[in-house]
């Protein structure tokens, strides 16, 4: 054999990739890389109101590096030729123990917003939830999905408006209300105030600046209709968030400070399909959930984005789970980035895992496609993990899969 052929038989080229969005989503093996990718795509305000947390971020942080604090311990000769991901939630048969959280103002990590997220979680079979501060209405994203929907509400001081907003979900096929209950008032989010952020962004020189940085980003911005709160614009624009007002000040507005126990009550009355609490913190609260007889509770601290210092969302499964397990679907929303994620919360009592800036990061960096990239990561890995820890089944997940590391450790 002359040195051509022993250089050919060896030496195979990748064909060249011609679009730049699948470049990028080839190189994403991650999603921290995902995340770096929407940073230098992204207005850096745009991504700081994505990324950051309430005042030191401390909540934020330890979010993600709890998980980091668990280690499996994996058994082997266990037969995991056929590993099954599959489960319920709230009753709807569903690939893998996972929901997509509602998140506001998506449409400012890439114009098709809620649509790009609604359609990918459709396609996954999997619960996508659906913001009342979303950038698409209830019926645009009920055009765009047949797969399981929940809408999650705020409860306003206009409680006529709540309940208009329940009764359109319902008409359009929606399968669970997410009842958010741990923003009576707004948190500090000081990356915003450190740069005068407003939503929808409000042109001035540092904003100009952002833009000529970000080409791509700022056309399609230019290019597509206003920013709003489109399912509350249908019923009241005079307060659709259209104008630059800062988000904090817009939602102190409206928020209802007095939100007590008879407003779930209150909710109840007026929707007659699954309640599902996001924000719970303490077994306390969890235990009181139960008793007001809501389907599940989503424990969160809100990404990090509120109380600052409130304890990682993975350290109050195995608690709340003490406390209320069997009783009621206990979510854990917050941290969630690799799909060894969602099998230890799963290990500690959790019936599954919510996630809303791992999907974030990936429309920011690569579109709809990114986020079904991202699914289809939390997916493989979760099967992976499930595999080489000798787990192939749910049912298989107990306690035993996993320890906390001493700190010192």
Known sequence: MGVVETVRSVVQFKP???????????????????RRMARR???????????????DERSLERNVSAFGRLELNPRV????????????????????????????????ADPEGELAVARAANRAGLPYGLSTMGTRSIEEVAAVSSGPKWFQVYTWKDRGLVKDLVDRAAAAGYEAIILTVDTAV?????????????LPPKIGPG?????????AWTLDFLRNPPITFASVASNNPADDGSSAVTLSEYMNSQFDAA??????????????????????????????AVAAGVQAIA??????????GAPPVVELIEPVAQEVGGQIEIYCDGGVRRGSDIVKALALGADACMIG????????????????????????????????????RLADINRELVRWRPPSA
């Open 16 to 34: 060249l990739e011609l679009d730049p969005v699948q470049r990028r989503i080839g190189k994403a093996a991650s999603v921290d890389d995902l």
């Open 41 to 55: 795509r992204l207005p850096r305000g745009v991504f700081d109101y994505i990324d950051g947390g309430a005042e």
């Open 77 to 108: 000769l266990r037969d995991v030729s056929a590993v099954d991901t599959s489960t319920t939630i709230l009753g709807r048969p569903v690939p893998m123990p996972l929901a997509l959280s509602p998140t506001g103002f998506t449409r400012i």
């Open 186 to 198: 707004l948190g500090r989010r000081e990356r915003d105030v450190r740069r005068g952020y407003t």
């Open 207 to 215: 904003t100009i600046v952002d833009g000529i940085l970000h080409p």
């Open 259 to 288: 939100l007590s126990w008879r407003d779930v009550e209150w909710l109840q009355s007026v929707w007659s399909g699954p309640l599902v609490l996001k924000g719970i913190q303490s077994p306390a609260d969890a235990k009181l």
């Open 299 to 308: 424990l969160s601290n809100h990404g990090g984005r509120q109380l600052d």
């Open 357 to 392: 800036r791992a999907y974030l990061y990936a429309l920011g960096a690569a579109g709809e496609r990114g986020v079904d990239h991202v699914l289809g990561f939390l997916a493989q890995g979760m099967a992976r993990t499930m595999a080489l820890a000798g787990v192939p």
